[in-house]
């Protein structure tokens, strides 16, 4: 009986997300677990699905959209789910499902079309050259240019926490490892300012950082979009 009311008590947590919160968990954890089965079959789903640089042959629209729920890893996974269940659900309760999810589509496309930009930028003086030495071996530049893959919701989630921030922004947040809970305006700020430190210090960490960043710019246009639009200083109607 003990067991029976602990299934029901879970159940009834998860009955009280929302229902594109709760979705989009489904959705991200069933690609993650069958990315792995997959693998086990000779098939890279990160490779297909994965956004590719445009210059690459592998690229196509459609990864724009499908390398938002693809990951690295578990822990990649747990990080960016975590942080949708804990705010996204908030969101979605306030914006409604329909809002949220065009706002979290808007938000991960946005960051993809930044992370292409920046990939552009840093290797359109390296396209002239037919082979590339990695160091390990010399390839083919169009090797090469599909090896820039990109996945996972991470720029939604930083869309999730720049919405979070501007609609909540004097609510209190603990952060590890500051010891006192902080303002969520303050906890965004400098989540723009590491991930803007660490893009421009050319960081080697294999993280988009600037496709965070794109995902809480389109987020704050996105936002204020809405505001101007709605006419009485609202953020959400």
Known sequence: MQAINVLLRKRN????IPVVTKNLLIINVLCFFGSVVAM??????????????????DFNLAQLITYMFM???????FFNMFALWMFGRT???????????????ACGIG??????????????????????DTGVA????????????????????YGILMAFGMLFPESRMFVFPIPFPIKTKYFVI???????????????????????LGGMFFGFILIMYWRKKNGNGQFYY
């Open 13 to 16: 947590r998860m009955n009280n």
């Open 40 to 57: 086990k079959y000779g098939i890279n789903l990160n490779d297909l699905l994965g956004l590719h640089c445009f210059m690459a042959s």
């Open 71 to 77: 990951h690295g890893g578990f822990q990649h996974l």
């Open 91 to 105: 969101l979605e309760q306030v914006w409604g499902p329909k809002r949220f999810l065009l706002y979290y589509v």
């Open 111 to 132: 960051a993809g079309l930044v992370q292409e930009l920046v990939q552009y930028v840093q290797f359109s003086d390296l396209l002239q050259y037919e082979n590339i």
């Open 138 to 157: 010399v390839i083919p530049m169009t090797e090469y240019l599909n090896l820039m893959t990109t996945v996972g919701a991470s720029g939604a989630i």
């Open 190 to 212: 400098g989540y723009v300012a590491l991930e803007l430190f660490l893009g421009i210090g050319a960081s080697m960490d294999g993280v988009a950082h600037f496709a965070h």
